[in-house]
């Protein structure tokens, strides 16, 4: 038999909801850390934008950045279209 065969595949794995993009009682997406092998939280990516019903879900289970969180101060960009 020749072709091709195509197979979806998934993995996952846990990871802490670092920060937020929006406001905290209104989250837009979530962005995600995993601890390294120092114990030190690093950025790992983040979800897509949430629905309005997800953000006001998760708003229960979130809550203010303690002093000195690893990311405190970052400025998020998106990147532009080119032209």
Sequence with gaps: ????????TREATEAVAGAVTGAL?????LLLGRYDDAG??????R???LA?????????MLGRARRGHPWTGWT???PRNPP
């Design 76 to 78: 998020l960009t998106r």
């Design 25 to 29: 009682s209104a989250p837009r997406a």
């Design 1 to 8: 038999m020749r072709g091709w065969q195509k197979y979806k």
């Design 40 to 45: 030190r939280l690093q950025y790992a990516g």
């Design 47 to 49: 979800t897509t934008n």
């Design 52 to 60: 309005q019903a997800a953000g006001t879900a998760v708003t229960q």
